[in-house]
């Protein structure tokens, strides 16, 4: 029989000792998980939005929100009270029922993914075997909110947003998913609570700096975040998909937009920095929820540094590199750490499931995939040094070209 | 003769939803509609991968389909301008296909709830079912197993190919 | 456990309907959509089958994937013909595309 350990994780088990129906009292445990893990990310919002408009205003060398409450830390409930004191309006011309349906698909879309990310060695939603996958799949459900949004708002602008957001999405899947098959490359499984586990000897981030640099990178876009937020690039598109919603709608379309950012540094920190793991984690499992918490602000704060300070790029910059940079370099990556996994699997020097938490058992496998990782920047810099002098050789030639042709006959260009 | 209990409960929402939006992708006169009513239908097709104990494919069903295929059409939808709307949803034919479909049906259906086939005739119906399977990792060296579907798996990656190229080549505007 | 047979019900009325979409219908995204419900009866029929008689096996799984490799292809190939066509004869109206008809 468990025992009252972990309050969250045997619910049940404490309530049927203290005489409860065991029907109901698994009943009652799923219920209370379930809204649990569906209601922290939205009061977590609450807090993230305050904290990102604190830091771009420190960047832009303002106070940022200070009336209300202290430090302002109430200004985004006074914010989301007016959002939905506000009048709710559905444009003429729109397709009412999948109007108003977007942006609860929307945000369903992120909320789903909270449902397999382990929070401590004990309490995870879900435990599913094929838990990287389920995050991919549902994060393709929110292009598909946008695609809603964007249609069904009856207006050029959004339709305009929405395809681009499409585009950047689809394109941006590729070299996340590529990433994302190397952790699960290394720890041999997809549930991201095996994920947890197998990195308690090594951080992968360690193994495997280059997939991490691209799943950030993929996954600053995938979340439109800067330099790839040209989901709402408010000079071009007026407003992008979202121009037609007014009130709480677009409230959870921009409250959407902070968590999914958020659950992106999440899975970050669970797939490449260890997850839960930190000292005591194992022992004491509220500990390891602290450590993911902040880890995942060590990796999040800096994206709101980053979103900050560099301008937006181009869209066909950014279509470029995705498909001619991200793209190839994904590829090679899962190609070089699968065979070097294997090589290590057959020298015999690859941690087996005993030894995976042990430090010293990870250290052999560990030196010869970074050192892969390595030669692979290497690589990836001399061939990107060779295409930028070429490009430039081009452009020079070019010059020189225009140069002689302008000075003898100004005009010949018309 | 059916006890209620909650699986068939389940099973009968996401069969609903799987029929329901099947009727609405063949019924919807805006194809814009008729995708999301076949993302509707593909999600409770989903939901019964789920209730075969097959989740791998319940996810690759979200994947792909949902996904994958059902942008791509809204996106073609979208980009063939007023396909949208046409003033005929269905040809002169329409009444002899509803006779020949629902014809299938009840011959599928009667088949079906009185079954004659089966190892010897037996009834197949009312088997036992096991209540362990296979899992994930079983198919994922199922499919790079060379004694099973190793060529089967290397062909389908090989026809992936075959068709994305294929389809820039026809969708190429020159 | 639901009964096998509920869930081969549920699989022929799906291709079914689809078989009905496919020869009524008239524009040829929709006739798409309705193969796509075909396939999934199919991929439902086979996984029924794989979990009622050989769940120890992958057969049937393995199977429904290739199912699902065809039916991505399918639909890859089969816009962008739509679109190839709708740029000639700026229709995609089954019935408009006659152009090999004696």
Redesign the interface.
Known sequence: METCINIISTFASCMVQSGTQPGLALFLQFLVGVILVASFPLVLVIILIWGERKIAARVQDRLGPNRVGPWGLFQNIADALKLITKEDITPAGADRVIFNAAPIIAMLAVILMWAVIPFSPVNVGVDLDLGVLYIIAVGSVGTLAIMMAGWASNNKYALLGAFRVTAQLVSYEVPMVMALLVPVLLASSMSLQQISYAQLGMWFIVVAPVAAFIFYVANLAETGRAPFDLIEAESELVAGYNIEYSGMKFGLFMATEFLHAFTANLLFTVLFLGSWSGPWATEVPFLGFVWLMLKTFVVYIPSLVLRATVPRVRIDQMMAFNWKFLVPLSILNLVVMATLVKVCQVAGIAPDAASASDFAANLPQAIILLLGNVAMVLVTLQVLRNAGRRERLKMEALMADTDRDALPAPAAHS | MLEINL??IV?AIF?VL??GG??G??GSRN??????Y??V??FG?AG??V???????A??????????????????????RG?AQ?K????R??W???I???V??AV??IA??M?VWGPNGSN????Q??E?????A??G???VDGN??VL?FEI??L??T???I???V??R?D | MVPLWMYLLVAAALFAIGIYGVLARRTAVAILMCIELMLNAVIINLVAFWRFLTPQNMSGQAFAAFVFVVAAAEAAVGLAIILAVYRTRKSVVVDDINLLKG
Request: charge should be negative; charged fraction near 5%.
């Open positions: 699986p068939l099973f069969a799987a029929i099947a009727l992708v063949v194809l814009i509609h008729g995708a999301l076949l993302i239908s593909l097709g019964l991968f209730m075969l104990s097959a989740p791998f494919l996810a690759v069903q979200v994947l792909v389909y949902i996904g994958a295929i059902a942008i791509l059409i809204i996106f073609a939808v979208m980009l063939t396909m046409t005929e949803v269905v040809n034919q329409w002899l296909s509803a020949l479909a629902l299938l049906l599928i259906g079906v709830v079954p197949v119906v009312n088997l079912v096991a362990t399977t296979a899992g994930v079983e198919l060296i199922a499919l099973q579907y089967p389908a990656s026809l992936l075959a068709a994305m294929g389809a820039i026809v969708a505007d």
